[in-house]
């Protein structure tokens, strides 16, 4: 496959909108808020990661899987893309810590991603109910701590 390009970037930001049409965050604001917000958060990295952030929640979140799938993400962006997609997508069922944050922290692309994806998850943490803060502050510092813990 070819290198990644910035029309390879405006084609992940197309289809992510596509995915999460309609979609809004807990707060009720459009759920592309966040997914740029983690983009931005890698913006100075290499464009596999920008890419990556653009569709990290694709395939959990979308439930149409003839417009976005892994298998449809890695035709289109190549397997490095699709690997860490993958890696951070989360599955039903799962444990957090030891089966879907383990597998994240494998995957130098989705970690990074996933460290930009909690930080913006933490600077909107004032916008919630105080349990709701206080359990997801909780989660989100030991997602951290595991994750830059070399």
């Known amino acids: 496959m070819p290198p990644l390009t910035p ?14 049409a309609g979609q809004t965050d807990k707060t009720g604001v459009d759920y592309m808020v966040h997914v740029r917000a983690v983009a931005a ?12 952030a653009l569709l990290h929640d ?15 993400i890695g035709a289109r962006f190549g397997d490095t893309v ?3 997609v993958d ?7 799962e444990r957090y810590k030891e089966e879907y944050l383990a597998r994240v922290r494998a995957n130098p692309v989705a970690r990074a991603v996933k460290l930009a994806d909690i930080a913006h998850n933490k ?3 004032r916008n919630l109910q105080a349990a709701d803060r206080e359990r997801l502050s909780a989660k989100y510092d030991m997602a951290l701590h595991y994750l830059a813990d070399d």
């Open 123 to 125: 600077s909107r943490l």
């Open 87 to 93: 890696a951070i997508t989360k599955r039903k069922g």
């Open 7 to 20: 029309d390879d970037r405006a084609a992940a930001l197309a289809l992510a909108t596509k995915a999460h």
């Open 41 to 52: 958060g890698v913006q100075d990295r290499a464009l596999v990661y920008q890419i990556t």
């Open 58 to 72: 694709t395939v959990e979140d979308c439930d149409d899987p003839e417009l976005v799938s892994l298998a449809i």
């Open 82 to 84: 699709r690997d860490a």
